[in-house]
């Protein structure tokens, strides 16, 4: 049972647990919207403390059309549920995928849970609290006594949201390269070796992850990524050790 090869499930029991696990998630996720979207006018101020921290004073926000507001507390409310709701679709993630694996494998489950959720949180906090105020900083610098910022909600929205979540998505490349060290796939030597290469790929994902196209947003992303890759070459190493230990078990069985 413990060899994925002897549990080989066809195409269409694949399509049925990926069907599962799909309806499983976003009934999670539907039942956290009804309930954040009780609270969004909470949310919504929490959302916008970054921007309106450093908004000139008397400033304030404003909607263009009339769906617009409705749409934007939508919004507000379903990025909320997929925070709130992130371990169960991670958990469900997990289940799919662990049919492949090796019963040894398997009882990574809650370390993968566990440290895939702290770090998607982590990444959502570090753009809240670090990267997003100054980055509103820097682009308000720019207003002046005849040039005011005035910034609609779904505009504002769209950038913040999106950034939150590119950063919280991003913070998984640990969790990333570690169950591609145990394929075999790179290897922490491989990982130390092809640093620079590593480095312009990071520039080029904050480039596209970025809902913004200035270099200053990019280089906020960037750097704790290159932070997180030198992070992930430790978490490589232990994953080689894990793997080594578990072989060597099984032989001398």
Request: net charge positive; with cysteine.
């Amino acid at each position: 049972m413990g060899d994925p090869a002897e549990d080989k499930l066809p195409l269409t029991a694949h399509l049925e647990e990926l069907r599962k696990r799909l309806v499983r998630s976003l009934i999670a996720i539907g039942v956290g919207f009804g309930a954040c979207y009780y609270f969004k006018n909470g949310l919504f101020k929490i959302i916008t403390k970054p921007l309106r921290d450093v908004l000139p004073k008397d400033s304030y926000m404003i909607y263009t059309s009339l769906p617009e507001a409705f749409f934007t507390y939508m919004k507000i409310a379903f990025f909320a549920s997929l925070v709130l709701t992130a371990p169960f679709t991670l958990y469900q993630i997990w289940k799919f995928i662990s049919p492949g694996l090796y019963s040894r494998e398997k009882k990574y489950v809650i370390p993968f849970v566990l440290t895939s959720t702290l770090l998607f949180f982590g990444g959502i906090l570090f753009a809240y609290f670090l990267a997003l105020p100054p980055a509103f900083g820097f682009f308000v610098e720019f207003s002046t006594d005849l040039l005011r910022p005035m910034f609609t909600m779904r505009e504002y929205l769209s950038f913040a949201l999106k950034f939150l979540l590119a950063f919280g998505v991003s913070f998984q490349l640990p969790v990333f390269i570690f169950f591609m060290t145990k394929l075999g796939i790179v290897n922490s030597r491989l990982l130390a070796k092809q640093r620079r290469y590593a480095i312009l790929i990071i520039f080029i994902t904050a480039a596209i992850l970025t809902p913004s196209p200035d270099a200053f947003t990019q280089i906020i992303m960037a750097i704790p990524l290159m932070v997180l890759y030198e992070f992930s070459v430790f978490i490589a190493k232990f994953a080689e050790k894990k793997k080594k230990e578990a072989e060597s078990g099984e032989q001398a069985a």
